[in-house]
């Protein structure tokens, strides 16, 4: 089976999180289910980045938008 | 209603409660299992919140007797959706501002402890222009232990035939009528265009989502619980709202998505037509209008701006988005354009064909605007007038048709590279066929044109 690049680091992800002991059969709702344990981790760095991101370029925005008020005023 | 009581179809799946009809009034039960729940969406703020933003239909609780014995906690009377859509029935940007209302609702309902158990698509409606809730039971308290349930649904429903109509082609969206429970991820990936697999967000929703699903068919595996933080939890819908944001249908000119620019039409016919049409608008007064064939809307907005309800039908996907487009841009409220082939209309779908109702199960309309659409039904389709005569009886009250002549030149298109074997095509023919189902109320010639507009009134009795 030929392997894309997400494919490969979906799988190696995977096999990290996944215990290998067996339980039940699984339907394809199952899929989504690990899927979204597997990508948990990711998005909530990417989110808590992007959120801390905005943050940071409100903040200088309003200082830089605060300077030159003060400029325009002086 | 032919048996009143009953649950409604479309929602019998649903143990939390279901839609029933009583006396023409639209309730719904809902049942004592789903009683916290409810409990919480109404006293923890959401449903308050998500009201006064639009996102969920309103309803009051009643003290009407429930249709079910077993098991009922209350009875609820929701506000009535003026016109029921489906997703096959909607152009892009329609099923874009459906997705994006219904993560705005999860994360709104985060806020509140919690979240939706199913994101299908037929659970919004399109209410005065907006996508709108109308499954008031979607919701569950929130469990740090379970990923989002209805993620898959979500991808299945949205992001699948979204991705597929704005990459690949739009004609793609008609595979929500085959798959009524969303498109299958493994489809959706196999048609997607091969560079989508470098795009992390398509890469991640769609194709891996879909390998996924794949692999662990009817595989034992034994998944170990953890819990989802509130980060990863809102990370998964910002993610999926970024991708459905920046998914953008890019306008192709289509065969009659330039009509109005190219008709043959002079001015002098075009404004006289829409004086006749406001004349027959202003002797019916009618509750409500469907416009078949209507293009980008131009007639039908001389209904909409009436405060008529009207929904705008076209079989053109991309004459139905400008229509959308310029409804949102123009804040039109009244006025809902659909995709609809009337050569072959949205049928019933569905368990025992009850769960979507066709066309014409929601009809009929008080009336009909067929304009500049009886010779693409005559001879392009090869349909006689006796059985279009005969369908729109079954759809409206009255009917505002337009009679177009073989001499005109849109018809000429039609015959230009086929033999005329339509020797029943005539102004005499026409109004025999339509009297056999309609009483002619009125006939106005087009001014500089060769057309005419009927105002007709429907039989009471089909014709022996």
Redesign the interface.
């Known amino acids: 089976m030929k392997l ?4 490969a ?2 799988f190696a992800g ?1 096999l990290c999180s ?2 290998s ?17 597997l ?10 980045v ?1 959120i801390f991101w905005k943050r940071i370029s409100k903040f200088i925005s309003a200082k830089i938008l605060k300077k030159n008020r003060s400029v325009d005023e002086g | 209603m032919k048996d009143e009581g009953a649950k409604l179809p479309g929602s019998f799946r649903d143990p939390s409660g279901f839609l029933f009809v009583r006396d023409g009034i639209l309730y719904r039960q809902i049942n004592a299992p789903y009683r916290p729940h409810y409990d919480q969406l109404m006293g923890g703020g959401l449903y308050a919140a998500l009201t006064e933003a639009e996102l969920l239909i309103p309803h009051t609780e009643v003290d009407a007797p429930p249709a079910d014995p077993v098991a009922p906690y209350k009875v609820i009377k929701p506000e009535r959706v003026p016109f029921v859509s489906y997703p096959y029935e909607w152009c892009f940007g329609q099923l874009k501002a459906a997705a994006l209302a219904t993560l705005r609702i999860q994360k709104k309902a985060e806020q509140f402890g919690m979240v939706l158990k199913d994101a299908s698509a037929f659970n919004i409606q399109f209410v005065d222009g907006k996508p709108v809730l109308v499954d008031t039971l979607s919701f569950e308290k929130r469990d740090v232990w379970t ?2 349930i209805a ?2 649904q979500f ?1 299945q429903h949205f992001l699948a035939p979204l991705l597929l109509m704005a990459l690949k082609d739009f004609r793609l969206a008609q595979l929500s009528r085959i798959f009524i429970d969303g498109v299958p991820l493994d489809l959706a990936s196999g048609l997607l265009p091969k560079v989508t ?2 795009r992390p967000g398509i ?2 929703h769609i ?3 879909a ?14 619980k ?1 819990p ?2 509130r ?2 939890f ?3 819908i ?2 999926l709202e970024t991708l459905v944001r920046k998914t953008e249908f890019r306008l192709k000119k289509t065969e009659w998505g330039g009509y109005y620019k190219e008709t043959s039409y002079s001015d002098r016919a075009f404004e006289h037509k829409k004086a006749v049409i406001e004349s027959f608008l202003g002797a019916l007064r009618p509750r409500d209008v469907w416009d078949l064939g209507a293009n980008t809307g131009v007639f039908s907005r001389l209904a909409s701006r009436r405060g008529i309800p009207t929904v705008a039908f076209d079989i053109d996907f991309v004459a139905v988005e400008l229509d959308y487009r310029e409804c949102l841009a123009n804040q039109e409220i009244r006025l809902l354009p659909l995709v609809l082939d009337l050569a072959n209309p949205s049928p019933a779908l569905g368990w025992a064909h009850e769960e979507r109702a066709s066309l014409t199960a929601r009809g009929p309309a008080d009336t009909i605007l067929a304009l500049a659409l009886l010779h693409h039904l005559a001879i392009s389709n090869n349909l006689p007038f006796e059985k279009i005569a005969a369908f729109l009886r079954t759809i409206c009250r009255s009917l505002i048709i337009e009679f177009v002549p073989k001499s005109d030149s849109q018809v000429q298109k039609l015959l230009a590279t086929r033999e005329d074997i339509f020797t029943g095509y005539t102004p005499a023919g026409f109004e025999e066929a339509f009297s056999k189902w309609f009483r002619i109320r009125k006939v106005e010639k087009i001014g500089d044109s060769e057309r005419t507009l009927y105002l007709m009134d429907a039989q009471d009795r089909a014709p022996l």
Do not use: E, M, N
């Open positions: 894309s690049l997400p494919k680091l979906f995977l996944l215990p002991a067996a339980s039940a059969y699984i339907d394809p709702g199952t899929g989504s289910y690990l899927l979204q344990l990508i948990a981790a990711f998005v909530a760095v990417s989110f808590t992007k | 990923p989002w993620y898959r991808c697999r470098f890469a991640t194709h891996a989502h390998w996924s699903q794949r692999h662990f068919a009817k595989k034992p595996v034994q998944v170990r953890r989802i933080s980060a990863a809102l990370g998964l910002d993610s």
